[in-house]
Each structure stands twice: as C-alpha cells, then as structure tokens.
T-cell receptor, first 115, second 114 residues
Framework: DTGVSQNPRHKITKRGQNVTFRCDPI?????LYWYRQTLGQGPEFLTY????????KSRLLSDRFSAERPKGSFSTLEIQRTEQGDSAMYLC?????????????FGPGTRLTVT | DQQVKQNSPSLSVQEGRISILNCDYT??????FLWYKKYPAEGPTFLIS?????DKNEDGRFTVFLNKSAKHLSLHIVPSQPGDSAVYFC?????????????FGKGTKLSVKP
C-alpha cells in the first residue's frame, strides 16, 4: 500500500488560467475527499466522492471548481479562471468508509500559487 | 463560526516530559474525533481517533481523552520526543450525517526541546 499520492506537488499559474490536480487514493478506499488549506488554518472540506458519485460540495466550491472521480479510482480537481484567492494547499484524502474505517488518510497536497 | 477550536497556537515541552494538546468543540452532533500531525510541506498524518461512546483511547505514546459534557478533548504524548515537533490538528465529524467530512481546528505547533 503506497498511500495517497497527489500530482503535481507544486503549481504556479497566472491569474485566469485553468489548472487541474490529480489524486490517487489508497487502493480499495471507496471514499475520496478534497480539502483546501490556507496559511494558519486547518484544512477545509471542499467535496467528496463515494466510489464514482460526488455526494456533497461545500459552499467553498464555487462554479469555477469541478471535480471528477471516473470509475471510482483516481480523482481530478479542476479550477477554471484561477484567481489569487485560490492560492492554497489542496489536499486529498481517502477512507475505507464502507468497511467501517472512518479515519481519513491524506496525500502530500498540491500547493497552488496564482500570480 | 468555528466549530472546532484549538486555543493554544503553540506549546513547548522538554524531551521526555508529557505534552498535552487541547481542543474544544461546539457542535453537540459531533460523534467522532481525530488527531493529525503535520510536518511542513507534507499532508496531515493520522495519529489517533476516538468515538463519542468512549472517553479514552490509547495507542502507544498517544492517548486521547474525550469529555463530552465539556465538549473537550485532549491528546497526551508521553514521553515526548524531538521528532514529535510538528503542528497538531484536532478534527471532528458528525458520522450521523454520513458525509464523514472532517472539521478541523487551526492547529497547535508543538516544539519538543532536547
């Protein structure tokens, strides 16, 4: 088991550009979560998937954000028309919810800087 | 409105002594609590969790205590080691809602001095 992986680890983009991040969860974890963390704050929930279904989005997830988890495996998070306020660490986590394991295991994160 | 609060931004402890990190919550529907450790430039690492039906859970040097009436939990690390120096986050979840998303505090930076 290699843990949760995220790519890229760092992304610098200009305001107005689109960016896409990828998350590969722990194999056989049916739940996948996306969080965002800014300086001095704890991670904040964005959205989650149970298998391939996206079941909840937080109010933090504006219309410029979209997430997918095709076939219930890896997930992508896309931000369109990036703004400076999108600069943050984007974290992915997974859990084996269907087997009664509620703790979430996090990846290393993708640090986004919007200039 | 912050539902999970860690009121101490930092804590300094001598190696070998006990570290006690505190966390308060306001939402009485929370029924599952977790502690994570985070090093710079890494994602949070799961340490230990506790269900609201328990008041204590222990795993090696780490023990979490839950006081439901006070809406308070604490993490005890005994003995503290320099490698424990990191930011510690308390998180809570309302499993009854089935979403399972975590609500985090702002973290406490622990420094363990040799």
């Amino acid at each position: 088991d290699t843990g949760v992986s995220q790519n890229p680890r760092h992304k610098i983009t200009k305001r107005g550009q689109n960016v896409t991040f990828r998350c590969d969860p722990i194999s056989e974890h049916n739940r996948l979560y996306w969080y965002r963390q800014t300086l001095g704050q704890g991670p904040e929930f964005l959205t989650y998937f149970q298998n391939e279904a996206q079941l909840e989005k937080s109010r933090l997830l504006s219309d410029r954000f979209s997430a997918e988890r095709p076939k219930g495996s890896f997930s992508t998070l896309e931000i369109q028309r990036t703004e400076q306020g999108d600069s943050a660490m984007y974290l992915c986590a997974s859990s084996a919810w269907d087997r009664g394991y509620y703790e979430q295991y996090f990846g290393p994160g993708t640090r986004l800087t919007v200039t | 409105d912050q539902q999970v609060k860690q009121n101490s931004p930092s804590l300094s402890v001598q190696e070998g002594r006990i570290s006690i990190l505190n966390c308060d919550y306001t939402n009485s529907m929370f029924d599952y609590f977790l502690w994570y450790k985070k090093y710079p430039a890494e994602g949070p690492t799961f340490l230990i969790s506790i269900s609201s039906i328990k008041d204590k859970n222990e795993d090696g040097r780490f023990t979490v205590f839950l006081n439901k009436s006070a809406k308070h939990l604490s993490l005890h690390i005994v003995p503290s080691q320099p490698g424990d120096s990191a930011v510690y986050f308390c998180a809570a979840s309302d499993l009854g809602r089935s979403q399972g998303n975590l609500i985090f505090g702002k973290g406490t930076k622990l420094s363990v001095k040799p």
